[in-house]
Nanobody, 119 residues
């Protein structure tokens, strides 16, 4: 099992910044990638950004140039720096940990942290 603890959500004005953190613990070997997904009101959960075990990053088009994902391997923690936030970034943000289990992969999810962008 993998446990994920998220922090850093909150209320921010348009144009502002927030940093989300997600600390992983437990059976964290064989990681494929860690990342963030979000689910806005009335919307499906969507990928925001991921970072692979090798450090390769992937971003949704809607956040490219504004968000940056990074990882501290010593702390088993992934960060999402969110800049130039827009009202449409308002959502519950979920940390994801994907790992290999034998010949398939398994996803673990955090409890979610709310981000509200509003004036």
């Amino acid at each position: 099992q993998v446990q994920l603890v998220e922090s850093g959500g909150g209320l921010v004005q348009p144009g502002g910044s927030l940093t989300l953190s997600c600390a992983a613990s437990g059976s964290i070997s064989n990681m494929i990638n860690m990342g963030w997904y979000r689910q806005g009101p009335g919307k499906q959960r969507e990928l925001v950004a991921t970072i692979s075990s090798g450090g390769r990053t992937n971003y949704a088009d809607s956040v490219k140039g504004r968000f940056a994902i990074s990882r501290d391997n010593a702390k088993n923690t992934v960060y999402l720096q969110m800049n130039s936030l827009k009202p449409e970034d308002t959502a519950d943000y979920y940390c994801n940990f994907r790992k290999w289990v034998f010949t398939t992969f398994v996803d673990y999810w955090g409890q979610g942290t709310q981000v509200t962008v509003s004036s």
